[in-house]
Structures are given as C-alpha cells and as structure tokens.
C-alpha cells in the first residue's frame, strides 16, 4: 500500500499554487491549500480569486482549502503542528513591482515575513521535508541590462551570442535597482536559500520570469499575457509601459513550472536556486506577443 503523502500549497487559488493543486490531487496526495484571496485586495475585484477556488472545489478528489493569512506566525505554526506535510509549495505573494511601491508593509509582511513564518513551522515540524519557494528573476533588480544589447523592429536582443543561453544562477544580486517588490522576494529567497544551507532542510528556490497560464487572475499591474488576452478579447485599451514594448521576457506555463517542482520533490538539495528560463524560443517581447494573439483594427494599443 502506498503511503498518502499530503502537500501544502500557500496561494493555492492563485496562478501557480493552484496548479500545485491539480498536480498533486492528480497523483492521489492529499492537498491543503492555504489562501485568502489577498489578490483580491491588492488588485480589486479583476485580482478576485474565488472563482478558481470553486474550479478547484468541483474538480478535485482529496483537496481542502484554508482561509489563512500567511502574515498570522501563530496561525501558520499551529497549522503545521496540527498536520504532518510531505512537501510545501509556497506560491502566496504579492506579486507586482507598482503595488509594491504603495504598499511597502503589506509587501513586505507577506513576502518577507509570511515566508519567515512559514520556514520556521516547517523547520520545526516536518524538517525532512522537501520545501519549494517560488521566486521570482526581479532578484537580480536591474544587473541584467548591464548585458550589451541591439534594438531590433519588435524586440530588444543580446548583442552577443555567448549570451542568448540568458542569465544564470551567478548574477549578482546586490548593488542594483530591485523596486520594492524585488527587494522583498530577494529578502525571502536568502532567507528560504539560508533554512536550505544553515539547517540542511530540502528548500529549493525557484525565480520565475513571466509565468503564464488559463487560470490567472490577471490583472494589468500583474499576469502579463492573460491580462493581454483579456484586453484583446474583451475589446479593452492596453498599455505598454515603457522599452517601446521590445522588453524581452521568457513565458513559461505555469504546467511546466510544477514539472521542475516535481522533479525537485524527487531529489531535493539544501538551499538550491533555480532559475526558470525557457531558452529563446520560448521568450517574447510585448510588442511579439500582441502580434502573435492578432490585434483586430479598433482595439487601442498606448504607450507610455
Ligand atoms: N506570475 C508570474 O509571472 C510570476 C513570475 C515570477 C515569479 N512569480 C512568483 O510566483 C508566485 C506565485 O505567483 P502567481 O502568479 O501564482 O500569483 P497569484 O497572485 O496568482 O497567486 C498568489 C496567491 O497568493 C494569495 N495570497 C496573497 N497574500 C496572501 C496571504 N497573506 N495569505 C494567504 N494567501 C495570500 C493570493 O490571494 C493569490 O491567490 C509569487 O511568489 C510570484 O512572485 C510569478
């Protein structure tokens, strides 16, 4: 008989967290998903999550949702006391550089601190088990644009071509221009890396670029294509905000992120980091993007 494991997912109703839990509800885990739809109240009523809970709700087997605020220490130990979890997936977030700017505590208390809080209980109650942390590239701020690049008609490209594998692991991370957002994941993903090499836990640090999929709330500070989609669809202006809309960026599904998270599950190490690059092929610009789903004469494209 095989053993059920069961796998916390933080920001389950969200993009990526919400696919950890089809993932594992697929395999016969048992899945608790832990969010309270702060999306909502960062992002308006377009940030509202609840509709992808009770997606979730009718189409899993073995899933449970907890209307818990990560930022509450004594609510998240007492959780992790009360259950015994094979892994943890930590995708709960506030998650866009503008909002971050507005709201320095709340950005801070849920990224920084609500991944404190969830190390900590981990570390004190199930310290054998593999923990994934979802970062995010915006840790290196801007060292990136240090790397020589050409303009060309629709994007921005790396003038040289020892470059075009993208940034790895070893960019610097310090002495650069995060946005407070940045400055905050950064904050979790040492501390996450930290609990992975001081107390030799199994965490594993994943930065995402642009992370994609059919579930995202997305809103326009956040969830770059599906916001896109929505405009074109929904006949709505788009804004592009700066470089021209040549800005570059690799689009991953949020399906094939949760395969690098599996693959971790199977063998963890302590504190390693991972970026989630897709190569080339898989990398737009905006301009690329509103190019690639049509862009019908009549829906508004602005620049600023
Ligand atoms: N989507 C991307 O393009 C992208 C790119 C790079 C990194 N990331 C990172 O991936 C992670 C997941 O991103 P996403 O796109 O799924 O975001 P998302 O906003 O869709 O999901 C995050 C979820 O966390 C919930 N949440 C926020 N604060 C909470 C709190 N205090 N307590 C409980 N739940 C809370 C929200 O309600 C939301 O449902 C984040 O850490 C984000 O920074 C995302």
Redesign the pocket.
């Known amino acids: 008989m095989t053993q059920q494991r069961t796998v916390l997912v ?2 389950s ?5 919400s696919e950890a839990v089809a993932w594992f509800d697929r395999l016969g885990w048992e899945v608790v998903g ?6 909502m109240i960062f992002f308006g009523p377009e940030g509202d ?1 609840r509709w992808n809970l009770s997606r979730l709700q009718e189409r899993t087997h073995r899933f449970s949702h907890i209307n ?4 509450n220490r004594e609510s998240v130990a007492q959780l992790f006391q009360e259950r015994t979890f094979s892994l943890i997936v930590h ?5 866009s550089h503008d909002l971050a700017a507005r709201m320095p505590f709340e950005d801070w208390d ?1 990224n920084a601190s ?1 991944t404190l809080n969830l190390l900590e209980a981990a570390r004190r109650y199930c310290p054998e088990s593999p923990f994934i942390l ?1 970062s ?1 590239n915006k840790v290196y701020g801007d060292a990136p644009n240090e790397l020589p690049l050409v303009e060309l008609e629709s994007r921005y490209e790396y003038a040289r071509s020892t470059d075009f594998d993208g940034i790895n692991e070893t960019c610097r991370i310090d002495r650069c221009l995060h946005s407070l957002f940045g400055a905050s ?1 950064l904050a979790a993903d040492i501390m996450a890396q930290e609990y992975g090499r001081y107390f030799h836990m199994p965490v594993g640090v994943f930065r ?4 994609t999929g059919s579930h ?2 997305g809103v326009e500070l ?2 770059f294509l599906s916001y896109l989609v929505k405009a074109m669809v929904h006949s709505k202006p788009y804004t592009i905000f700066g470089y021209k809309g040549k800005q570059v960026r690799d689009n991953i599904h949020s399906y094939d992120v949760l395969n690098a998270f599996f693959e971790f599950y199977q063998n963890p190490r302590a504190g390693e980091v991972y970026n989630l690059g897709g190569g080339r092929e898989k990398s737009l610009s905006v301009l690329a993007a509103i190019r690639k789903i049509g862009h019908p004469a009549g829906r508004r494209i602005a620049f600023t």
């Open positions: 933080t920001g109703s969200g993009l990526i967290g832990v969010d309270n739809n702060m999306r999550t818990l605020d990560i930022r995708c709960a977030a506030q998650p849920v609500g979802m995010t994941k995402g670029g642009c992370l995202h709330s956040h969830g």
